[in-house]
């Protein structure tokens, strides 16, 4: 099961942008650092728990992002590589009943190198599984 990207609302500052390589033929980028999404998941049944994963890109031209586990930093993960890998899975996060995931821009103002994409956001196990 999968969230379209381009269906979460966003803070200012991230665009659609082509990309043949994505999984729908679009990402969402930014470059500047704060911007981010939060969404929540929930389920009927209250016990329940999945894993969400983020899709995206690394690159020499990537920032440094943030995924939050219901308000709480629990991944920062560098983006920026040597080569560019249009697509992977960078980061994932178990979700509770009523979780909520926020992505978000971290990289530095000083640093050059700051972009963010999301391909796709993933769920890719549940508990009953």
Known sequence: MSLDPHNVPYSHGWTDSAAASAIGGTVRVTTTPGTGLTNRWPFSDHTAQRTVALVSARGPQMGVLGIYKDARLVQRIDLRSATAQPRSVVGSVELGYDGRITVANLTPATRK???ITIDEIIT???DED
């Open 113 to 115: 190198a700051r972009a």
């Open 124 to 126: 890719i196990g549940f």
